[in-house]
């Protein structure tokens, strides 16, 4: 999919992956990806989901396990090499933060 949509030739796209901690590295260092800068994955650590309405868990300070994690592809990081790197850790139960800038530059959504 990502080799089809031609991404290594759009490097101004901004990709946002969910999924399992263990596809982080597969995904952001992909060679489809080759010239994106602004790549972020996202990974839900022991998130549970309930239908037919989507709600979290009873929210608790304490639980450590509802928390997202996330990665960013950083272009020369590793001696001038493509690297992954955890730029951000939160804990649901505090919520979403406000002042965290997931991408490079000074992009505003």
Not at 47 to 54: A, C, N, R
Not at 61 to 71: F, I, L
Not at 97 to 102: E, S, T, W
Request: proline fraction near 5%; charge should be positive.
């Amino acid at each position: 999919f990502l080799e089809q949509c031609g991404l290594w030739s759009r490097p101004e796209v901004r990709l946002m992956v969910v999924g399992h901690r263990s596809h982080v590295e597969t995904v952001l260092l992909h060679p489809s990806l080759r010239n994106t800068v602004h790549a972020i994955y996202l990974v839900l650590h022991n998130l549970v989901l309930h239908t037919p309405t989507i709600k979290l868990r009873e929210r608790n300070s304490d639980k450590v396990g509802e928390r997202v994690m996330v990665y960013r592809r950083c272009l020369y990081c590793n001696n001038g090499e493509a690297d992954v790197q955890l730029v951000y850790l939160w804990n649901l139960a505090s919520g979403l933060p406000r002042d965290v800038n997931l991408f490079y530059g000074n992009y505003v959504p």
